[in-house]
């Protein structure tokens, strides 16, 4: 890339990095916050949203790193790619568990929710963690391209594609670790959507809560489901490009690589939008956080507060003095039994 689209490319990271680290942090808080939200599917948004955190803290950073700007050893900049790509496996496997969750949740509801405890949900949590940091770290134990430094030349500078090799990002990333589990995840959504339509169908003519608890599953859905396409809009390309280029079907510009990462990562910082949008729990608790945040600095300005007293003091001045003035006039009737015009003020 020349010098001009190095600065721009590397604003727009910043943008992005910026926005993740904003927005999870504020799902995380309101799932945190509120009572409301600690069914089974929220934690493992909390899982997915902290991916997405890391991802703009640690992930992004990273990535203009290992984009050629540090000299470093090999195994340094092996260890920082292997990082990035634990993230990705991260989300993807966070992605799986709120798809599993709600596939669950509605083919047998009354035994799902009797039977998972909050303990099963953090050993979930940390099974797609840890699934995700051995998948990603693969590199690290032999799977890596050949160390080419000297004890005379000890660094290299440091290049993604220096230390992973494209047979590790495409047959292994790609087509076994993130394609299988996205054809999974669409295919229980598609089955979810399916189930939640026919019980509707079924729920005429029953109890209100029964069709009531169908409408909000499938309006949960909906947004989930919109997250895992946007994840897939955003991440497919980039490994798309990565497989046509490995096997050498399509030479793919240096240009429309750098695209696709930024369309990856910008990911990260999309999701707390479509919550805001699409969840009304989540989107209650942003308008709760934000207006106690409002409050505390309302409270925290003393002037402002003297300001609006001596405002509301003064209102209240203009106000007696209004009802001080107001003239009435009536008839009065003096000792000679005729009628005179009195004025008076009414309080």
């Not at 599917?41 to 909390?46: E, M, N, S, Y």
């Not at 470093?72 to 496996?89: A, E, K, M, N, P």
């Not at 998972?116 to 134990?141: D, E, N, R, Y």
């Not at 994840?231 to 240009?255: E, G, Q, R, S």
Request: glycine content about 4%; overall charge positive; proline content about 4%.
């Amino acid at each position: 890339m020349s010098d001009g689209e190095k600065v721009i490319y590397t604003s727009v990271e910043v943008l992005i990095a910026v926005g993740c680290c904003l927005g999870n942090v504020l799902v995380i808080w309101a799932v945190w916050s509120c009572r409301a939200l600690s069914q089974t599917t929220f934690c493992f948004i909390v899982s997915l949203a902290l991916a997405d955190f890391l991802v703009g803290m640690v992930a992004v950073p990273f990535a203009v790193i290992v984009d050629g700007r540090l000299k470093t050893s090999f195994h340094c900049c092996l260890f920082i790619s292997c990082v990035v790509i634990v993230l990705t496996q991260a989300s993807v496997h966070s992605l799986l568990a709120i798809a599993v969750d709600r596939f669950l949740r509605v083919y047998k509801p009354l035994r799902y929710r009797g039977s998972v405890k909050k303990q099963h949900l953090w050993a979930a949590v940390t099974v797609c963690w840890l699934s995700a940091s051995i998948l990603g770290f693969i590199p690290m134990f032999g799977w890596h391209n050949e160390d080419t430094t000297t004890r005379e030349n000890s660094t290299i500078t440091c290049h993604f594609i220096t230390v992973i090799p494209m047979s590790y990002m495409v047959n292994f990333n790609f087509l076994a670790c993130i394609l299988p589990p996205t054809i999974i995840m669409m295919a229980l959504y598609l089955l979810l959507f399916n189930m939640i339509s026919k019980q509707l169908r079924k729920e005429v003519g029953r109890p209100v809560e029964s069709r009531s608890f169908y409408r909000k599953e499938r309006r949960l859905a909906n947004s989930l489901a919109l997250v895992l396409v946007l994840f897939a809009v955003c991440w497919l390309p980039l490994h798309i490009m990565n497989t046509l280029d490995y096997y050498k079907i399509v030479k793919v510009p240096t240009v429309a690589i750098h695209i696709g990462i930024l369309l990856s990562h910008a990911n990260s910082a999309v999701n707390p939008i479509v919550y805001a949008f699409k969840v009304p729990k989540i989107k209650k608790a942003y308008k709760s956080i934000l207006t106690k945040l409002t409050s505390t600095e309302q409270k925290e300005d003393p002037s402002s507060q003297t300001l609006e007293n001596n405002g509301s003091s003064n209102s209240n001045s203009i106000v007696r003095c209004t009802m001080k003035i107001n003239p009435q006039v009536v008839l009065a009737t003096n000792q000679n039994g005729q009628h005179e015009s009195v004025l008076t003020h009414k309080k």
